[in-house]
């Protein structure tokens, strides 16, 4: 059985942008290369949620 993973449209456009950043926009992309953008959407909204959390303290 295959794991499916449903994506938000948030978490879509996420990896669209990050695709779009590194020049593979228009459907162009690799599963590998959607595979990292995505990752890269993930760990960068984790920080950016972490930062908020943070509330600006250091």
Do not use: F
């Amino acid at each position: 059985m295959a794991n499916v993973i449903i994506k938000s449209d948030e978490r879509k456009t996420q990896t669209e942008a990050v695709l779009n950043a590194y020049g593979v926009g228009g459907g162009r992309a690799t599963a590998a290369q959607r595979e990292a953008a995505e990752h890269i959407a993930v760990r960068s909204q984790e920080a950016h949620r972490e930062l908020q959390r943070m509330g600006g303290r250091r």
